[in-house]
């Protein structure tokens, strides 16, 4: 699997990134170098201390952001093209479903303001409620749904315009253990079925170890990349992976990465 997915073409490339922000209290140098290639396929995560930069490098591929240096394309176009082009889907941290909107309600949105037509909508809805295992719940609305089941529907919401790449920001942050394991499992079922590309924000180091097949570690402020690390497992992963020597070495990587990071920043 990695040989494929090393040889295909970049999703993702940044060279030499920074960004700095103007605040009332001064300019804020959130990026600084950050140089980084995705590969078509790849679920790749970034994990980092609290304001390094994870969230708003995600949202400089999303265009919701604009660098102050350096390059950045996504499909080979520039972030906004690749914004109007719907190169991709978004997840935030909270599923930002409409209340009064159900569940098939909230999925339809995006497709509505796309154009497509009604049985268009009805048939994509379908695919993704079953995609996130949640068919059946289409006219429910997210109120009658636990946190986990919200936040499957924000992931159907955005596969449903079929992008190739999926951010996603912390998704799953505020959802207890169990069901953060859960959702784990399901998520790497999803990207097996799917093969989309997937740009994933954690705070979590087990989580970072299970899900991905690279990930990224940044520093704090000014984010900078301290270690890309690629990883061995293999695409089949039982939660019980978890307690294996490979995936406890890839974890003290991890941990010795964000450990180097801050000791860069003394």
Not at 9 to 32: C, Y
């Amino acid at each position: 699997m990695k040989d494929t997915i090393n040889a295909a073409a970049p999703v993702i490339e940044a060279r030499n990134l920074d960004l700095t922000f103007d605040t009332a209290d001064g300019s804020v140098h959130a990026l600084k170098d950050v140089s980084l290639t995705i590969s078509k396929g790849e679920f790749v995560s970034f994990i980092g201390p609290s304001g390094c930069g994870k969230t708003t490098f995600l949202r400089c591929i999303a265009a919701l952001e604009t660098p102050t240096a350096g390059t950045l394309t996504v499909n080979g176009m520039t972030p906004d093209e690749a914004r109007k082009s719907r190169a991709y889907g978004y997840v935030f941290q909270a599923a930002g479903l409409y209340p009064w909107r159900t569940i098939a309600g909230n999925i339809k949105l995006p497709l509505e303001i796309m154009g497509f037509d009604r049985a268009e909508q009805e048939k994509r809805v379908e695919r993704v409620l079953e995609l996130v295992e949640l068919k059946g719940f289409g006219k429910k609305f997210p109120w009658q749904l636990s946190g986990g089941m919200q936040q499957r529907a924000s992931i159907a919401r955005a596969l449903a315009f079929d992008a190739d790449l999926l951010l996603m920001d912390e998704p799953f942050g505020a959802l207890d253990e169990i069901v953060r394991d859960r959702l784990n499992e399901e998520l790497l079922k999803l990207w097996a079925r799917t093969e989309k590309t997937i740009g994933f924000v954690t705070h979590s180091i087990p989580e970072a170890v299970y899900l991905s097949t690279k990930i990224v570690v940044m520093s704090p402020r000014p984010g900078r990349i301290t270690d890309v690390i690629d990883s061995p497992l293999p695409k089949e992963r039982p939660l019980d992976i978890r307690d294996s020597r490979e995936f406890i070495e890839i974890a003290h990587r991890v941990r010795e990465g964000l450990r180097a990071g801050h000791g860069d920043d003394v």
